[in-house]
């Protein structure tokens, strides 16, 4: 639950530093911050696929089985 929780948690981070960066792109002055923002939706997209992978590796979440390898009757 924790780590769905932290999922979560830095999926909104990314949604919140794209709503931020918005103003900034449309104004196209700052570029160094509109820089700052897109490495923080890197790290925090980086991080979510990190959390996954390991929730994922060590059985604290299990992907959906897939249709192709399902047994057909």
Not at 11 to 18: A, G
Not at 21 to 40: D, H, I, V, Y
Not at 48 to 59: C, D, P, R, S, W
């Amino acid at each position: 639950m924790l780590i769905k929780l932290l999922v979560i948690g830095a999926t909104l981070l990314v949604i919140i530093s794209l709503a931020a960066s918005l103003p900034q792109f449309l104004r196209a002055r700052e570029n160094n911050k509109m820089t700052q923002l897109l490495g923080r939706r890197l790290l925090f997209s980086a991080l979510i696929l990190v959390l996954v992978i390991v929730a994922i590796a060590t059985g604290l979440i299990q992907p959906n089985p897939s249709p192709w390898l399902s047994s057909q009757q």
